[in-house]
């Protein structure tokens, strides 16, 4: 696939896969630069950018763990904390069918690849028409409020850099979700001092595959006139998996 430079990012070699696979089980994070061509990323802002207006734009706050509140734990509590995200996005039934990113998405090798690096057997799409294929948009201003993700890894790839901000910030392995240990005195310290905080740089072309999970993160406000445009593939480790009208709800606005 001429999308993806497969003489630097040999997808389908074993050994590329476990040498992948390991750099993402030591830092957490994965980021392979030059993965994707040029011309795709020309090819995804080309087909983007302008679309802002169509895109949803969530004006609701939410907690850490992107869950209702408890209010047993009182509303001081950090687990009760409202945290701001003002991004935007275009959902998956708004990517146009012979987007690359589909090309991409849909591709037997990426895909198997991604489930070698991540350690599953296989991945697959979700079971609904909003959640799969992502492109998430930050004006002037707007961010991504500390969270942990719901899924256990997020693929993501930068299309277009903001001017100045937009930074990705993490704090690796600070919950332990598998084990139900959610460790709200270390969110609250990481929270309120920056204890920790590390950043993830990445450019356009680059891949980024990132352990959302257990390690809390957010996206810095955007700073400028240019639009942060970030494409979010999302996938599953079992067939048949989709979002709740809830869920959807919340993260779509509509269901
Ligand atoms: O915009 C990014 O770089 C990360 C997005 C993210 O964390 C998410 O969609 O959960
Ligand atoms: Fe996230």
Redesign the pocket.
């Known amino acids: 696939m001429s999308w993806i430079d497969t003489d630097a990012h040999p997808i389908a070699d074993v050994d590329y896969r476990a040498q992948c696979a390991d750099q993402l089980d030591s830092a957490g994070a994965l980021v392979l630069s030059g993965f994707f061509s040029g011309a795709f990323v020309d090819a995804v802002r080309a087909e983007s950018a302008d679309r802002e207006a169509e895109g949803y734009f969530a004006s609701s706050t939410h907690n850490i763990w992107l869950t209702p509140p408890d209010p047993q734990l009182g509303e001081d509590h950090i687990y009760n904390r409202q945290i701001v995200s003002t991004?935007g996005l275009l959902a998956d039934d708004q990517v146009a069918p012979d987007s690359p990113l589909r090309a991409v998405y849909d591709d037997e090798v990426f895909r198997s690849f991604i489930a070698d690096v991540v350690g599953v057997d296989a991945v697959h799409p979700y079971d609904d028409a909003l959640s799969s294929i992502?492109v998430?948009f930050?004006r002037d201003g707007e961010e991504?409020g500390w969270?942990f993700?719901n899924s256990s890894f997020?693929v993501?790839m930068?299309i277009q850099p903001p001017e100045a901000g937009?930074e990705?910030e993490y704090v690796k392995d600070l919950r332990n979700a598998e084990a139900g240990e959610q460790n709200f005195a270390g969110v609250q310290t990481a929270i309120d001092t920056r204890t920790r905080v590390e950043t993830l740089t990445?450019d356009p072309t680059d891949l980024?595959l990132?352990r959302?999970r257990n390690s809390m993160?957010?996206?810095a406000p955007s700073r400028g006139q240019r639009t942060?445009i970030?494409v979010?593939m999302a996938f599953n480790t079992e067939a048949g998996i989709g979002l709740s009208e809830s869920a959807k709800a919340t993260f779509y606005g509509r269901s």
């Open positions: 991004k992502n998430h930050h991504l969270h993700d997020a993501t930068l937009g990705f990445f980024v990132f959302g993160h957010r996206v942060r970030l979010v």
